[in-house]
């Protein structure tokens, strides 16, 4: 048995209860992992309000990515062992002891990496990854607002922009944590910095 949070009906946060399951069993193609640390999203809060756009029947274990230990294979497994370090991206379920992840959606753990960062990769680098070149298709030299720059998504999509030389304009909200944040993730030379406060109203800073 394997200790899980579970969401036994839709609610806030406050409403979920650690309960005890099964443990999982990996089917063909999947692997079950120790989980070490869990990744939380916004998805991961609306899903248990029952407002996320893919309504998960109750009862069900949140969380959709993790990194840890891997503790079993599945048949027709090919690329990864028991004992082997990964990141995984779940369909629910990674707020547990342990977890399935389909092998497809399970990568190495980098070196360099520890199980708290790994676990927050898959949804932000993902995400980002999937609006700036699948969805927009940036092209060089072209420049992209990212709203929200404070938040897990933002930070990689300026991360990623900042990388490629190009141009980028960030925003966020609050004068002070956030703020603080975007100063933090650096910026290349034709990077814009937007700061809203209730007080000063919006700033713009070219650097």
């Given at each position: ?23 999982p ?28 756009q ?66 927050g ?18 092209q ?15 930070i ?34 034709r ?12 700033r713009?800073?070219?650097?």
């Open positions: 048995m394997m200790r899980a949070l579970v969401c036994n009906e839709y609610g806030p946060p406050e409403s979920l209860a650690i309960e005890e399951w099964d443990d069993v990996p089917g063909e193609g999947e692997l079950v992992i120790d989980v070490a640390a869990a990744g939380i999203n916004f998805p991961d809060v609306l899903s248990i309000a029952g407002k996320y893919v309504k998960t029947p109750t009862p069900f274990i949140p969380g959709n990515e993790a990194a840890g230990i891997v503790s079993a294979v599945g048949e027709g497994v090919k690329h990864y062992s028991v004992g082997d370090k990964v990141i995984v991206a779940t369909r629910g379920e990674a707020f547990a002891e342990k977890c399935v992840s389909a092998e497809l959606t399970t990568i190495p753990l980098p070196a360099g990496l520890d199980f708290e960062q790994g676990a990769f898959s949804v932000t680098y993902g995400t980002s990854y999937h609006a700036l070149k699948q969805s927009a298709n940036l060089p030299g072209e420049t992209v607002l990212v709203l929200g720059a404070a938040g897990g998504v933002g990689t999509a300026v991360g990623r922009r900042d990388r490629q030389g190009d141009g980028c304009a960030r925003h966020c909200s609050g004068e002070h944590r956030g703020k603080t944040r975007v100063r933090e993730i650096g910026g290349c030379g990077t814009r910095e937007l700061f809203r406060s209730a007080a000063q109203g919006d713009q800073r070219t650097h």
